[in-house]
């Protein structure tokens, strides 16, 4: 009896571990579909003392109710701050959610967990685990913290620069480094490689050909430092279209012949912008009256047969570019 109802315990207490590490909050599934960690973990690796990293967690509503973030997302040290996420996530559509962690405000090791509440507002919502991870390594100062080129606009070339310092005890150089070529043109120039403070000056270019989209990137530094010879800098920035339009495809699902319902767009452009009014066969796009860089439109459909919707709808600006926009939707006889 006493062998048996140790055997029981063993498996009770052995299923109770079990569930508690197979817990993961349904929101985790929005960041990573497959094999979804309880924790979504981005690791910066080792970097210099005073970096200023940035990550953009892509997010993926894989449901079908439209859903959002609900509040800022809290984390557990101000080293670690939500700047920019999507307002809202329509079913199937991708969104973002962006963090930045400030290594000049700790040394050594350093894990951050993220909370993000997400829902659609009632009832159905969960709390994403994140977590941000890096080392700050003391013997080098970048200053600035990281390379960041903000929104640049298609075709522009831009240049930023950052300065490499390193104060260890040991004699050290920087041989060489390494970029995404097809995104950046590097160029390293010594500034002092006397004395007990060597330092670098790393310039940075955005070409020209970059298509529209976020920069993500790292130039890497090889030094002479047998025991960590990489110095990783973080670049980052926004090549932005002349305009970009979120949600890309806009769902209206299953409707009745007559029925009325409205969908928000909105329409991000690189400069100011004013939208013209459009109606045609059914479909009605209220704009804002005043030039904006963004504009949120309300676009009303009324079917008017039943079938399956597919097309393309295209607004115009006061400075005669066009905007495209992709209407999708089954509407079913009353």
């Not at 999507?86 to 079913?91: G, I, M, T």
């Not at 013997?139 to 929104?151: A, E, N, S, V, Y």
Request: aromatic share 8%.
């Amino acid at each position: 009896m006493k062998r048996l109802l140790f055997t029981i315990l063993i498996f009770v207490a052995s299923s109770s571990i079990s569930s508690a590490q197979e817990f993961v909050p349904w929101a985790n599934k929005l960041f990573v579909l497959e094999d979804t960690p309880a924790i979504v973990v981005h690791d910066f690796g080792t970097v210099p003392h005073g970096t200023k990293l940035k990550y953009r967690f892509k997010v993926t509503n894989i449901y079908k109710v439209p859903l959002h973030i609900l509040e800022r997302p809290t984390v557990e040290c101000g080293c670690v701050e939500p700047v920019a996420w999507s307002p809202q996530f329509q079913p199937t559509e991708t969104g973002y959610l962006d963090l930045t962690m400030d290594a000049s405000r700790f040394s050594g090791a350093k894990s951050v967990t993220v909370q993000v509440k997400l829902g659609d507002g009632s009832n159905f919502r969960s709390t994403a685990l994140l977590q941000l991870k890096a080392f700050s390594r003391a013997d080098i100062m970048l200053t600035p913290g990281q390379i960041d080129f903000g929104q640049v606009a298609v075709g522009q070339k831009l240049t930023r620069t950052l300065d490499v310092v390193y104060s260890g005890q040991a004699k050290w150089e920087v041989i060489s480094g390494e970029a995404n070529d097809k995104i950046l043109d590097v160029k390293i120039e010594p500034i002092s490689t006397s004395g007990r403070k060597p330092s670098y000056r790393v310039t940075a270019g955005v070409k020209g050909d970059v298509p529209a989209g976020v920069i993500q990137e790292q130039i890497v530094l090889k030094t002479t430092d047998q025991s960590n010879p990489f110095v990783t800098i973080n670049v980052s920035g926004q090549v932005l279209a002349p305009f970009e339009v979120s949600p890309k495809i806009v769902k209206f699902d299953e409707l009745e012949v007559g029925q009325v319902a409205s969908k928000r767009v909105i329409i991000s452009g690189n400069k100011n912008f004013k939208l013209e009014s459009f109606s045609e066969e059914g479909i009605t796009a209220k704009v804002q009256p005043f030039p904006n860089r963004m504009q949120v439109i309300e676009l009303q459909f009324q079917p008017t047969a039943a079938g399956v919707i597919k097309k393309d709808i295209t607004l115009k600006t006061d400075t005669n570019d066009k905007i495209t926009i992709s209407i999708e939707g089954t509407v079913k006889a009353k």
